[in-house]
């Protein structure tokens, strides 16, 4: 058995974190039933690799995030939706949603309208801001989030601009603290019985995936300043050269940073280096960041991750994201599961699933990635409604099967 099992979730979400919030709880078993608007679908069902899957509004972008889910196509702006709407928050545990902030309290869909339906529903609201503050209403996404949160300003090169993070990090770091956010509240609500309101800003999403520096921050203010790949301090905390590639080397502590220069062969350096107070450690960089390029350049980047990894010395060269997927690491694990339609042209053959494994009843996508409506006539039959009544809203364009 899996963990959610027998919890319904009402997805209505788009684009990448809110979806990856719903998608974390659909392959733990939750039902999760994904509400788009007939004229107005997920636009991550267009973005995408493969041109093919994109005109089927099937995008590889779309596909990240969403098996597992059933999907209905459903009008809530117009009065019979509304119902329809309503009649299904009285079946479900949770709704999640990332409209712009005030958006169904203004179309009669907020906390207070459905926790009047469902009192013991959970309700999960995704902005840029959070809905209080001067900037509650304003709209985001990842990479603005990334510029007002000080991220962009801590990444790059310390002579360069401000460099945002390629992959949406804030978008799926939001998703994942969301998730747990709704997987706590219906804990808390099997010992309490209560539902509950819960407020994710993907702003202190960005803020608590730099916790370390905010708590710095406050203590000395000042921010933390881009210095690439290399510790402005620490010479075994950087990037370098080898014969064939770039090598990132971690030895963060003394007692990695003595290994590091004994496996490269500079005894009396490893124990002048552990005699030195953490505190001037820096005195040390230029000379030993010297000491490190000369050496580093004289095998390549595989040759020297084994060797230092052998030392127990954290280094690994750097990888482009096809090559880290095709090493046989990842392939131990179970990030990457196949799901059903994953033979489809264009589609990938596997999907990133979750970050952790359990020894029985773990995360699985159980379903392929939902077309536009694929479950409509499915959940309103489950609703109640009969074939003729279903057909009846379809022509009116109240649901698109």
């Known amino acids: 058995m899996q963990p959610f099992e027998g919890i319904r979730v009402i997805d209505m979400t788009h684009v990448l974190a809110g979806p990856f919030c719903t998608y974390q709880l659909a392959v733990l078993g939750a039902d999760v039933i994904k509400v788009e608007a007939p004229d107005n679908p997920d636009m991550t069902r267009e973005d995408g690799v493969a041109p093919a899957l994109n005109a089927q509004r099937h995008g590889t972008y779309f596909m990240a995030q969403n098996a597992g889910k059933r999907a209905i196509s459903l009008n809530i702006k117009s009065k019979e939706g509304h119902e329809i709407l309503k009649r299904l928050v009285a079946t479900a545990d949770v709704l999640v949603e990332n409209y712009r902030g005030g958006t169904l309290d203004r179309l009669g869909l907020g906390y207070d309208a459905l926790s ?79 539902g509950q309101r819960i407020d ?33 301090e620490i010479s075994g905390y950087a990037a370098y050269d080898t014969s064939d590639g770039l090598l990132m080397v971690g030895a963060w502590t003394k007692k990695q940073l003595g290994a590091l220069f004994r496996v490269l062969g500079d005894g009396a350096r490893a ?114 409604y009969d074939a003729a009544k279903i057909a009846e809203l379809s022509d009116r364009g109240v649901v698109s099967l």
Request: charged fraction near 20%; include cysteine.
């Open 116 to 194: 009047a339906v469902n009192p013991q529903l959970i309700y999960c609201s995704l902005t840029g801001f959070g809905h209080t503050g001067p900037k509650r209403s304003d709209p985001a996404y990842d990479i603005v989030i990334q510029a007002f949160s000080g991220i962009m300003a801590a990444n790059g090169e310390s002579d360069a601009p401000p460099l945002r993070v390629g992959p949406p990090m804030i978008d799926y770091g939001t998703g994942a603290q969301a998730a747990l956010a709704v997987s706590s509240a219906l804990f808390q609500r099997s010992r309490t019985g209560k």
């Open 200 to 232: 994710v800003s993907m702003l202190d999403a960005a803020l608590m995936l730099m916790s370390a520096n905010v708590a710095a921050t406050q203590s000395d203010g000042r921010p933390p300043k881009a210095h690439g790949n290399a510790h402005p």
């Open 271 to 384: 124990l002048a280096l552990e005699a030195t107070p953490r505190a001037d450690i820096g005195s040390r960089c230029e000379e030993d960041t010297a000491f490190l390029r000369a050496v580093l350049a004289q095998k390549t980047a595989d040759d020297w991750e084994q060797i230092l990894n052998a030392a127990g010395v954290p280094a690994a060269r750097v990888r482009r994201l096809d090559e880290a997927m095709a090493h046989e690491q990842v392939a131990s694990r179970n990030v990457l599961q196949t799901y059903p339609g994953a033979g489809k042209e264009g589609a990938p053959k596997a999907l990133p699933v979750a970050a952790f494994s359990y020894a029985h009843g773990g995360p699985a996508p159980g379903r392929a990635p939902p077309k536009i409506g694929e479950h409509t006539a499915e959940v309103l039959a489950e609703l109640g």
